[in-house]
């Protein structure tokens, strides 16, 4: 998660991709989405949001930009925001589950 991170920090026309990567490394770690989320507390909303970012807005950094019909647009700087804070936030949430004691609602 944390190369993922820095790719994305150092390659700005995939940043988006890399980003990802960091969703899909907690999706695969804890089974999948919903268990990752529930573990982690992050909120559906955030999840969604960061998975609509990544991968169905018609972005240059996205992706599926190939996939998109019609023209591609550069994310904004809003829009990078958004993800690389939801992507922090997601490492954040696991490097704390990670320091949690055995028994202490570690799953």
Known sequence: MLQSN???ANDPENELVYLYEI???????FGDDRKARTVLSITKS?????GNLCNNEPLRQGRHRG???GMLRDATAA????ARDIAGAMIKAYLDYLE????QTRR
């Open 23 to 29: 969703r899909d490394a907690l999706s695969t770690n």
């Open 100 to 103: 949690k004691p055995p028994g």
């Open 67 to 69: 996939e998109a019909l």
């Open 6 to 8: 820095d790719k994305a």
């Open 79 to 82: 829009e990078l925001k958004e």
């Open 46 to 50: 955030q999840w969604s949001r960061f």
